[in-house]
């Protein structure tokens, strides 16, 4: 394997984090479920996963400004944000490619 072994290494656990996390939030045929819940509202589901990022910003940004969280570590907020940035993405080619 090429690159930096400790990046590789966070990209396995953020894939693990998903799949448990796919336990809680999605459905088995469906692991984006909750994220295309916003589509009941409007919101195209690459979209409402890109807000949910942009929630786990905030938090980084209040982490920078006080080092300190109350209820979620900084690591933790980093790696949702990676996972909400990846699943947009993939929400995002599947919108694309249904209206093609």
């Known amino acids: 394997m090429s690159g930096d072994p400790r990046f590789h290494a966070v990209l396995r656990e953020i894939g693990e984090l998903h799949d448990r996390k796919q336990e809680d939030y999605g459905k088995e045929n469906d692991p984006y479920r909750n994220v295309r819940e916003g589509e009941e509202f409007g919101i ?4 409402n996963a890109l807000s949910r990022a942009n929630d786990k910003m905030v938090r980084l940004k209040q982490y920078a400004c006080r ?3 109350a209820n979620e570590s900084a690591e933790d ?7 909400y940035a990846v ?3 993939v929400l995002h080619r599947e919108a694309k490619n249904s209206s093609s």
């Open 44 to 47: 195209p589901a690459w979209l």
């Open 67 to 69: 080092g300190t969280l």
């Open 77 to 83: 907020s980093m790696k949702d944000l990676a996972v």
């Open 87 to 89: 699943i947009a993405l």
